[in-house]
């Protein structure tokens, strides 16, 4: 099959910006905990891990407890890609972890990974 030369070009141009965009925001591509684990122990280590490296400085996580509390959680050293923290003290209940963070291309993204907490 064969295609005139300026419809190809026009269906090629929007395919190479969403795959540059892409490449360009950070994405979150694992996490600890999982989203919607369930966690039968009063810590756990918090490790999120994006597709690109990260600015640390300006990039953060904070834990939303059960009863809506929210506490800016101290970022560890660790790989370039990663934010890295540890949260104690969990009592039963869903808590939530939100990262906000910037990336090498200069955007910030943000969201959220929901956890339980049962013991
Ligand atoms: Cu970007």
Redesign the pocket.
């Known amino acids: 099959m064969t295609m005139p030369r300026s419809y190809l070009y026009f269906l090629a141009v929007p395919l190479v910006f969403v795959a540059d ?1 892409a490449f ?3 994405i979150v591509v694992a996490s600890t905990p999982l989203p919607n684990e369930t966690i039968a122990a009063s810590e756990t280590e918090v490790e999120v891990r994006f597709n690109s490296r990260v600015d640390r400085a300006r990039s953060r996580l904070t834990l939303v407890g059960p009863g809506g509390a929210s506490v800016v959680l101290p970022l560890a050293d660790g790989a370039a890609e990663t934010l890295k923290s540890r949260a104690s003290g969990l009592e039963d209940g869903r808590y939530r972890i939100l990262w906000q963070t910037l ?1 090498v ?3 910030i ?1 943000h969201g959220e990974i929901s956890f339980q907490v049962k013991r």
């Open positions: 965009a360009a925001h950070a990336s291309d200069g955007h993204t």
